[in-house]
C-alpha cells in the first residue's frame, strides 16, 4: 500500500468556557431478554455495540442489541491467520467505520494487527498488520496502548510508545494507510501514560492522561488543517482527591465526553465543541451507584450509541454496564454481564457503538 502522512496540522491556542450538565439517576437497568438468538440479533441494524475483550490467554469476541435487548455469548474471533499469540497482547481497541466495518486492533509486542469484521453478515476478515512495511509502518518503539476512533471511512489507530502519542490513518475508500505521526511532537503534547480517542464531525480528539495526572485534549481539526492543545483540568480541577487511573471518550453530535476513574469512582467532563464550552466533573457514580459487589474499577470503556453514553467496566474481572440517556436525562444502574451471558473472567475490553 502506498504510504501517506496523515499529520499536517498546525498548533493553534485553545480556548473553553463552562456549562453542561449531567443526567439524573433512574432506576435499574433493564433485564436482557433470552427468547432471540443473540448471534444473528446483535447484528440486526440499530441501537448495538462490538466488544473486543481479553481473559489473559485469548482475545474475545461479543456484542449486544439494545434495542432488541440481547448480548451474544463470548467467543473467539473468526479472522483467519493470526500471526501472534494471544499471550503476547498488551491492549485492544476497537472502532467502526460508517461502511458498516467493524476494525479490532491489538497491540502484541512492537506490532499492532487489525481483524475486520463487516456487520451486514457477521463475515470476518483475515488478519492484516498495521506495523507493516505495506501500510503504516514500523512505530520507534513497543507501544503502552492502542486506541482508535472512526471518522467516515476512515479509521484514526493511535499508539502510545514511550509517552508519546503517534496515530495512522487507514483509508478504507482508498485502502492506503497513511505513516506513523507524532501527534505529541506536533502538539506539544506531555507525556501520557493513557490515552483515548473520539471524533466530533471531522475533528479527531486525542484525550491522554499526562505523567503530571492531568487530563490533556489534543484536537485535529481536518477541515482547518490544525491542531490545538486543550487541558480539561485545567478549567475543571481534579474529578476528585484520588489519582486518575481508567480514561475513556466517547463524542455524542459536537460533545466530547470523558469518563476518568480514580479511587473507583467514575467521573465525567463534556466538551461542547460546538458552544465552545467545557463543564465537569460530574460524579456518575453518584447517578448509577458502585460497580458491582466489590466497587472497583479494574477497567473502563465507554461508547456513544444515538444520545446515549454506555459505560462498561470489569471490576473483579466481572462486566458491567451502565447507560447514560440524554434524551430522558436519566442514567441507569449497573447491569451484570457476565451474569447474562456467563461471560469468562476478562482482564482488558474495548467497545464501540456498531
Not at 494507510?177 to 507525556?191: E, K, M, N, Q, Y
Amino acid at each position: 500500500m502506498r504510504l501517506r502522512h496523515a499529520l499536517g496540522l498546525t498548533v493553534v491556542a485553545t480556548t473553553a468556557l463552562l456549562g453542561l450538565s449531567v443526567p439524573a439517576v433512574a432506576g435499574p437497568a433493564a433485564q436482557l431478554r433470552t427468547s432471540l438468538d443473540p448471534r444473528t440479533s446483535v447484528l440486526k441494524p440499530g441501537e448495538r455495540v462490538q466488544v473486543l475483550a481479553f481473559d489473559d490467554n485469548s482475545l474475545l469476541n461479543s456484542g449486544a442489541h439494545y434495542g432488541l435487548g440481547v448480548w451474544a455469548r463470548f467467543s473467539s474471533l473468526g479472522a483467519a491467520g493470526q500471526p501472534f499469540s494471544d499471550k503476547t497482547v498488551s491492549s485492544t481497541a476497537i472502532g467502526a467505520t460508517t461502511d458498516g466495518t467493524v476494525h479490532n486492533v491489538v497491540a502484541a509486542g512492537s506490532r499492532v494487527f487489525i481483524a475486520d469484521r463487516r456487520m451486514t453478515d457477521g463475515r470476518w476478515f483475515p488478519w492484516g498488520e498495521i506495523t507493516s512495511a505495506g501500510a503504516a509502518g514500523p512505530l520507534p518503539g513497543t507501544p503502552q496502548q492502542v486506541a482508535v476512533s472512526a471518522m467516515g471511512r476512515k479509521l484514526h489507530v493511535l499508539a502510545l510508545v514511550d509517552g508519546k502519542v503517534h496515530q495512522a490513518t487507514g483509508d478504507w475508500n482508498t485502502g492506503t494507510w497513511s505513516g506513523w505521526g507524532d501527534v505529541s511532537s506536533a502538539t506539544g503534547l506531555p507525556t501520557g501514560i493513557r490515552i483515548a480517542a473520539a471524533v466530533t464531525g471531522n475533528s479527531l480528539h486525542v484525550v491522554s492522561l499526562g505523567l503530571d495526572d492531568e487530563v490533556y485534549v489534543a484536537d485535529g481539526d481536518y477541515d482547518r488543517g490544525t491542531w490545538r492543545v486543550g487541558e480539561p483540568t485545567a478549567l475543571l480541577g481534579q474529578p476528585s482527591a484520588g489519582v486518575i487511573g481508567e480514561l475513556s471518550a466517547a463524542a455524542i453530535g459536537s460533545k466530547l465526553h470523558i469518563v476518568a476513574e480514580a479511587d473507583d469512582r467514575l467521573y465525567q467532563a463534556t466538551g461542547d465543541y460546538a458552544a465552545g464550552s467545557w463543564v465537569g466533573w460530574g460524579d456518575l457514580t453518584a447517578a448509577t451507584g458502585q460497580v458491582g459487589p466489590l466497587g472497583w474499577v479494574d477497567r473502563l470503556a465507554v461508547a456513544a450509541v444515538g444520545n446515549k453514553l454506555h459505560l462498561y467496566t470489569l471490576s473483579g474481572r466481572g462486566m458491567y454496564n451502565a447507560t447514560g440517556d440524554y434524551d430522558r436525562g436519566t442514567w441507569s444502574g449497573w447491569g451484570n454481564v457476565t451474569q447474562a451471558v456467563d461471560a469468562p473472567g476478562l482482564s482488558d475490553l474495548a467497545v464501540t457503538a456498531a
